[in-house]
C-alpha cells in the first residue's frame, strides 16, 4: 500500500513536516516501510529474502530504464534474454 506524502500526511493530521519526516525515516529503518524513489513509499512486503532482493532489484531496474528512456517492451525484451542466457563467469 502507498503511503501519503509527509506534507500530505503532516497536513491532515496537523503535525510538522519534519515529525512526519523523522517517523517515515524511523519505520524506513527498522523495515516497516521502503521508499521507492519518485514512486513513493510504500507499506514494506513481508516477503522472504529472495523475493525482497528481486523487488529490490527490479525497482532499480525500472529506474534506470526511466532515465535512459527505453520502452517498458525494449526493457522487457532485454531481461527476458538476460534471463534465457547463460550466466558468464565474473
Known sequence: SRLPTVRRLADDLGLAPGTVARAYRELETIGVIETRGRNGTFVAATADDATRLAQQAAWAFA????????????AIAYVTAALRSEPTPS
Do not use: F, H, S
Open 63 to 74: 529506474e534506470r530504464v526511466r532515465a535512459l528512456r527505453l520502452t517498458t517492451d525494449e
